[in-house]
């Protein structure tokens, strides 16, 4: 899909496949020849990373002015903080915050529930609504009234990888809900056995929501074109800049 | 205070006291200085800084092994992350959860409520609950309920820098409240004109509340106790590892 896109808007992408056994100095050594040529504006790690190798190593040895995944601590952190701006701001929370803006939906004092607190998702949302001036909460396994807190946001993010948890009734009416669930679960009328769903119960809360992405079809798409937009930036802020930059 | 604080442990403490009007130039020479230094373990910026001095610039110069107040983005970002850890944590997010600690205040579960969204104490400690599995909700300037949603807190942590804003019917009762606020207010009977107070009504506060940290004497304390250890960490560290470790 995302090497699809790319030939899409015309830019070139390298895929460097390596065997399910790769060492760790093998990755490592892949993502430096990466980060040296001054032709690769961003680089990509497809996640999760086999279980001998460390992803902490592997992501903090992408280059920050290449890392279109924004996932390196140091972009997170200004994230993070007030008056900070990382050089790539994560795709699918960049997303998330996309589809609101574009739908024009108040973000500014708004009761938001993120449900979920992954690194890749839930806590980088939660981080970009609160700069929106989101009033948020992160709702995780621990939490123990999920559905009370949910009930009274007026953006809700379900970003838990569990299929359709947030219910129809967990949904406070006319609110904004992202479904950034992809959950497989099996389905004996299809011919694959097994069927993509959100973590939102879509048939049960698009009665209730005001707004309500679909799975598939709703925050992937757009996850993809923010991974374009990450590295179109890189590129540009690549031209623009001196060679040794500061991050 | 802090000098104070260093000469009772027995921990050498260098000031560097700069006028005013000090250059941006000259404040990241002495951070430079330091930095360089091996027999130095800590260094400390005092905030705020002058209008004219770019604080990130500053912040970020000191070196990362030293950063004991832990405010580069870096070690923020990995305070926020899941499975990373931060070199150091900031010292009053870091008092704060001792606090809870020392008292046995169950964290895990419960729900937490950070008033104030700073890079130095509420986004932090927010960011740090939630590590220790509270449902944390960010309630700031923005927000429209804010006294709801302090309602159903069982940790209440005060840090928007506004005296008393907290009012003693805000608290659920039985919850632990720690008031970071400092503020200097009016009072005609003390010979300096003014008196410390809180972010917290606390004589109304205490009246509900299980636990309920005074300004000052509350966390003022712990934020020191806090810097001292981060500094002992960082000097141990020092010793124990190889000269060019990595971050």
Not at 22 to 48: F, K, R
Not at 53 to 80: Q, W, Y
Not at 113 to 130: H, T
Request: glycine share 8%; proline share 6%; aromatic share 4%.
């Amino acid at each position: 899909m995302k090497r699809k896109a790319c030939t899409e808007v015309g830019m070139k992408s390298i895929s460097v496949d390596l065997p399910g056994d790769a060492s760790e100095e093998t990755i490592l050594d892949h993502v430096m020849e990466l980060n040296a040529d001054p032709e690769v504006h961003g680089i990509l790690v497809q996640l999760p990373l086999p279980k001998h190798v460390n992803e902490e190593r592997i992501l903090n040895a992408i280059s920050i002015e290449k890392d279109v995944d924004g996932f390196h601590p140091l972009n997170i952190g200004k994230l993070c903080m007030k008056g900070r701006e990382p050089l790539f701001v994560p795709c699918t929370p960049k997303g998330c915050i996309e589809l609101l803006l574009r739908m024009e939906i108040p973000i500014k004092g708004k009761r938001a529930v993120v449900v979920g607190r992954s690194n890749i998702v839930g806590l980088p949302v939660a981080m970009l609504l609160n700069k929106y001036d989101a009033t948020v909460s992160i709702v995780h396994s621990s939490t123990t009234d999920c559905k009370s807190l949910v009930k009274e946001a007026d953006i809700v993010i379900a970003a838990a990888g569990q299929a359709e948890m947030v219910k129809g009734d967990w949904i406070k009416p006319g609110a904004a809900v992202i479904d950034v669930g992809t959950n497989y679960v099996k389905d004996p009328t299809k011919k694959s056995g097994q069927r993509l769903v959100g973590d939102v119960d879509f048939t049960e809360a698009k009665k209730v929501a005001g707004w309500i992405t679909p799975v598939p079809g709703g925050v992937g798409p757009m996850t993809i074109a923010m991974l374009l937009k990450n590295t179109l930036e890189g590129a540009k802020r690549a031209f623009s800049q001196p060679e040794d930059s500061n991050a």
